[in-house]
């Protein structure tokens, strides 16, 4: 994220610099954890290691040589020395003819921060002693690379790569100082914009929720009545035409379905009654009727099959004969008793309403262009902006955790037995 071209002035010191400095700003010069695991090899510093392949290269260096942590940090800091030597020449030879040179021998300085190979080590040292050599240049850090380099020299063996460690950090580390902050309602700043992540949540949530809570609502008034009507007359045309809908829906992804509403009916040769993507401009009814029913449709059909098979299981209980003989209604036993019985898994269906208020729908809010917290988490991901992907996944998870505590509750007030 750091890259900078070099026509702007930036060196890979100063980049570096600027590097350390974001790190420092978004904490991550701290520990990951409250402990770490490694060997007694290991120093319990790694983390400050901006890179982590030079993180990576570091440990291979100990294993492989069985040298002590302080010798791997001088051919390390060797390196860094070398290269801002050679920035130094760089900075007052290079010319447009031989740029393409000069290039050249920074990418094989840069490769042995990273690079654990010998074959590949004892290339990039030849081509830079070959460059110091064609330009009558000379430095001491060239010389200390060839004579100290970890995966040149002869292996030791040291009981310290085998003698495993667990370092503790206390309170200094990424994760408490994120909880502590998330508490607060802080989630930090976005990567891609350096805008306050809780800011933008609130920018996007609002059409999200809208979108979750009309589905939600639609599906059910939908669901109820024909999850009823199905079971009532099991084995009809009404029953099969139902089930072969709700058959080819469950099959369809809800992005497919969404596409197909766009192509059939914000279409100018066929239908052309809606618009094809949400915006702010047209009515409300022709700009948010297709989403809607992309989000509906999926969730009513599921619902109408569950709501079917399970009042299908309780018209076969005793209790519903008993009714039946009695002479009552058939709406009265549908309604006031089997369909009573049925609330609680009903209940516990509808817990995932919380988290689809935050997390949204990603394929859908693509599709038609809504905007919301589905598209941003979408975005987000693409473009490794952590701060925003770990705010949505957390919130989602404790809305998660709220849903099912609020549906067990309400499971509780509808069957006391529950309790005991």
């Excluded at 600027?18 to 290991?42: C, H, M, Q, S, V």
């Excluded at 950090?169 to 309602?185: A, D, R, T």
């Excluded at 109820?224 to 709700?246: E, H, V």
């Excluded at 619902?303 to 002479?327: F, H, P, V």
Aim: charged share 15%; glycine share 6%; aromatic share 14%.
């Amino acid at each position: 994220m750091m890259q900078q071209n070099e026509n702007e002035g930036i060196t890979d010191c100063s980049m570096a610099e600027n590097t350390n400095l974001k790190r420092k700003e978004w904490r991550l010069d701290l520990p990951l954890f409250y402990i770490g695991f490694g060997t007694w090899a290991e120093p319990d510093t790694l983390y400050k290691i901006s890179n982590k392949n030079t993180q990576k290269t570091a440990l291979i260096a100990l294993q492989k040589s069985g040298k002590d942590w302080a010798e791997i940090q001088v051919y390390f800091k060797t390196i860094y020395a070398l290269q801002k030597n050679f920035e130094t020449i760089k900075n007052q030879h290079i010319s447009d003819s031989n740029y393409f040179e000069y290039a050249s021998i920074n990418h094989e300085i840069y490769t042995l921060f990273q690079e654990s190979e010998s074959p590949k080590i004892i290339y990039s040292l030849s081509e830079i002693e070959l460059f110091y050599t064609q330009n009558h240049l000379s430095s001491p850090h060239f010389i200390l690379l060839t004579q100290q380099n970890p995966f040149l020299a002869e292996k030791h063996f040291n009981i310290k790569n085998y003698l495993p460690k667990i370092s503790f950090y206390g309170l200094s580390n990424q994760y408490h100082q994120w909880l502590i902050k998330v508490l607060q309602g802080d989630f930090g700043k976005s990567y891609r914009t350096n805008q306050s992540v809780s800011e933008r949540i609130g920018d996007f949530v609002a059409r999200s929720a809208m979108f979750a809570l009309l589905s939600f609502l639609l599906a059910y008034l939908i669901a109820i009545p024909l999850g009823i009507l199905k079971t009532a007359y099991q084995g009809s045309l009404f029953d099969k035409g139902t089930d072969s809908f709700i058959f080819i829906i469950n099959a369809l992804p809800t992005f497919i379905v969404g596409i197909f509403l766009i192509i059939i009916f914000a279409n100018p040769d066929i239908f052309n009654w809606f618009l094809p993507a949400y915006s702010y401009t047209g009515s409300w009814f022709s700009r948010a009727t297709l989403p809607l029913i992309a989000y509906t449709v999926g969730s009513a059909a599921t619902l109408t099959a569950l709501i079917n098979s399970l009042l299908t299981t309780e018209m076969q209980q005793d209790y519903i004969r008993t009714a039946q003989a009695k002479g009552l209604k058939s709406t009265l036993v549908y309604i006031r008793h089997a369909f009573k019985n049925i609330l609680i898994p009903l209940l516990s269906n509808s817990a995932s309403l919380l988290p689809s208020l935050i997390g949204g729908s990603i394929t859908l809010e693509y599709v038609f262009s809504i905007g919301g917290m589905g598209q941003e988490a979408f975005i987000a991901i693409q473009s490794l902006d952590i701060p925003m992907v770990l705010a949505i996944m957390t919130l989602t998870g404790l809305l998660t955790v709220l849903g099912y505590m609020i549906t067990d509750s309400l499971s509780i007030l509808i069957d006391k037995r529950i309790e005991k």
